[in-house]
């Protein structure tokens, strides 16, 4: 059975993902930040319909706690699937905020940045080693980031969601890098994409 990660899937996107994800056969691993409820009943729905699920908490701002959260996936990985490998990264975990540029603290920016873009750069550059060769990640962007869907009020948040693209680009292309560590990715079956989506409760 091959198996995804799914960031951020106590509600909306990442709820629907990680149980349409399931219902094709997948096994999910999903997290939940601050609604815990949300997780459980995640992952509750999932088994209902015959999958198999686990939901871990996961502060995607908090960089310091990916050792830990990368030891639990393992964990999970192979007490649940016996594998030490997983499939499938989908780095949907996020918030949004709205405020026009005179109006956006550097307290607010830095929030978005370190859950918007450091976290989902660094968990990638954490759990590649996990990832099999020929997997796929998706990361959850936003039409704001693109030239069409310029709205009052996003600067930051779009800011932070076209880095999150160029991520996506680079870790695309991860044979023309220098990271070391990260050949999980460095096959030519591998898959990285960028989902833009609109804003959503």
């Given at each position: ?197 609109n804003p959503a409760e």
């Amino acid at each position: 059975m091959k198996v995804a990660i799914i960031t951020g899937a106590s509600s909306g996107i990442g709820r629907s993902a990680a149980i349409q994800i399931a219902r094709r056969g997948t096994g999910v691993i999903l997290t939940y930040g601050n609604n815990a409820q949300g997780g459980l009943e995640t992952a509750a729905a999932i088994e209902k319909d015959g999958g198999t699920a686990v939901a871990l908490p996961l502060d995607v701002g908090e960089t310091g706690a990916f050792p830990a959260f990368r030891n639990s996936v393992a964990d999970v990985l192979r007490d649940t699937w016996q594998r030490d490998t997983f499939d499938y990264l989908v780095n949907n975990a996020g918030f949004a905020h709205t405020s026009l540029i005179e109006d956006t603290t550097e307290e607010m920016f830095d929030r978005l940045m370190r859950v918007l873009l450091k976290g989902p750069y660094f968990l990638t550059q954490r759990l590649l080693p996990l990832m099999e060769d020929g997997g796929a990640i998706v990361n959850t962007s936003s039409n704001s980031a693109m030239g069409s869907g310029l709205e009052p009020g996003y600067s930051a948040y779009a800011s932070m969601k076209g880095g999150l693209d160029v991520l996506g680009r680079y870790t695309g292309a991860l044979r023309d890098e220098d990271w070391s560590g990260l050949a999980g990715l460095a096959g030519a079956d591998s898959h990285v994409r960028c989902v833009a989506e609109n804003p959503a409760e």
